[in-house]
């Protein structure tokens, strides 16, 4: 008997709707959220599809279904036809049933997932970004104490360079233990010290494993022949697209990342507006910081800039911004070949140095 199974993933407990289609017939259980009880559920019904929607359980769900040799499908829930809209119920039974119907009548939008060992690289690229804004963070409140008591620092990037640290802690950092009333904030700029200090350091660590794991991905290499691109900017690319293969077109590849304007078509009506944002949120970050500079680095990317701003400032940010998407379409078709970067004239940058 054909058998579809719908699963609302929770954080403690999720809800199974299991759908036979030559009966109709519906049944709702629901298991814990760990591995031990989905197998024997999933080992014990063995259904014909397993559907269920993206979250953060949804990547050891699917190598469950893939190691039990189950059909799985893993739906997007920020599609238009997901979304509940005047309804006077909404329960995680009618969620997973949902999942069921939406598939049934060919309207689920699905996700792909990939292997574990690109999810891993994608999760400790993501980490060392969160590491780099708690960083920013710490720097950003001890400029705001020291503004708050009239002491002025080095502008910019001169207050955070080793000479920099070691100037200010040396002059106003003390124990918080050895603080009386009056420079408590002496104790706050000194534990805020020491967490940048260590920040630093992990920081450090996690570059240095990037750049070993760097090497098992020969893509990463490739695009940093591409001028203005460094290994953080590749690192994402190649983590984020993989196989690039499973995209067909260009616009495939700007729809993923979000680059792409929404439009609104009404009648005569055909308006673009603003990009998405859908999609990787850190790939689209980067490429956008990316773009900026290859303003500065790349002959390309300074006239393609140029050619759509008409030299208005007003028109810089969106120009950048299709500059991202355009050097991400060339990462993808260089990823897609094999081949590194041409310059103008159609020769290699390699072999033109």
Not at 91 to 118: C, F, G, M, Q, S
Request: proline share 5%; glycine share 6%.
């Amino acid at each position: 008997m054909t058998t579809i199974l719908g699963i609302d993933l929770g954080k403690f407990k999720s809800v199974f709707c299991l759908f036979y289609v030559e009966t109709g017939e519906i049944r709702y259980d629901t298991l814990r959220t760990n591995s031990t009880e989905f197998r024997a559920y999933l080992t014990r019904m063995k259904p014909t599809l397993t559907i269920f929607e993206t979250s953060t359980a949804a990547g050891w769900v699917h190598d469950l279904c893939v190691e039990l040799g189950l059909a799985c499908e893993v739906a997007n829930p920020l599609g238009e036809a997901w979304q509940w809209r005047k309804v006077k119920r909404k329960t995680d039974r009618d969620d997973a049933h949902k999942l069921i119907r939406l598939y049934l009548v060919n309207e689920l939008p699905t996700v792909h997932i990939p292997p574990v060992k690109t999810r891993e690289y994608r999760s400790l690229i993501t980490y060392r970004q969160h590491l780099v804004e708690r960083r920013t963070s710490i720097c950003n409140h001890v400029r705001a104490v020291f503004q708050a008591q009239g002491v002025e620092l080095p502008p910019g990037r001169h207050a955070w360079t080793e000479k920099g640290c070691e100037w200010w802690s040396r002059e106003f950092a003390r124990a918080l233990t050895k603080c009386k009333e009056g420079e408590l904030w002496r104790g706050i700029v000194n534990m805020e010290l020491t967490q940048l200090k260590l920040l630093e350091k992990e920081i450090v660590k996690l570059e240095k494993k990037l750049a070993e794991l760097s090497k098992s991905h020969s893509g990463v290499a490739l695009l940093r022949t591409i001028p203005g691109v460094g290994p953080r900017t590749a690192e994402a690319v190649v983590a984020f697209l993989g196989d690039p293969h499973r995209f067909r077109t260009a616009r495939q590849v700007s729809a993923y990342a979000g680059l792409v304007p929404r439009q609104f078509q009404s009648g005569t009506i055909d308006r673009k507006g603003k990009i998405t944002k859908r999609g990787p949120v850190y790939l689209r970050k980067i490429l956008v910081e990316c773009a900026w500079l290859m303003r500065r680095y790349n002959p390309w990317g300074a006239l393609l800039v140029e050619r759509i701003s008409r030299g208005q400032k007003g028109r810089r940010k969106p120009a950048v911004v299709a500059l991202a998407r355009k050097l991400l379409v060339r990462c993808w078709a260089m990823l897609r070949k094999n081949e590194p970067w041409r310059g103008p004239d159609g020769v290699p940058e390699a072999s033109a140095a």
